[in-house]
């Protein structure tokens, strides 16, 4: 059983940046990537980026530029570094971690993006 915990989240001025964390823990489990997504109110959840546990990661198109996935191995926590956050960010962000066999979420951070 793997558990997910994202933090980061809160309230941010157009143009405004955050880091969202999503911190793993459980017992025997191997990481094969790590996604984030988001949902916006009334929208299908989407995908935003992925790291593998090799490093390599892939961006939606449209947070290419302005996201940035990482991750630090020893800890088992990736973060997404948000960079000019416009409104239509404005979303729930969860986290999602692939192991050879199951997937797993988180409870999701808000995200508010705002005057």
């Known amino acids: 059983q793997v558990q997910l915990v994202e933090s980061g989240g809160g309230l941010v001025q157009p143009g405004g940046s955050l880091r969202l964390s999503c911190a793993a823990s459980g017992n025997d489990f191997r990481i094969n990537a790590v996604g984030w997504y988001r949902q916006a109110p009334g929208q299908q959840r989407m995908f935003i980026a992925r790291i593998t546990s090799g490093g390599s990661t892939k961006y939606a198109d449209s947070v290419k530029g302005r996201f940035t996935i990482s991750s630090d191995n020893a800890k088992n926590i990736v973060y997404l570094q948000m960079n000019s956050l416009k409104p239509e960010d404005t979303a729930v962000y969860y986290c999602?971690?692939?192991?050879?066999?199951?997937?797993?979420w988180g409870q999701g951070t808000q995200v508010t993006v705002s005057s």
């Open positions: 999602n971690l692939l192991t050879s066999t199951l997937g797993y």
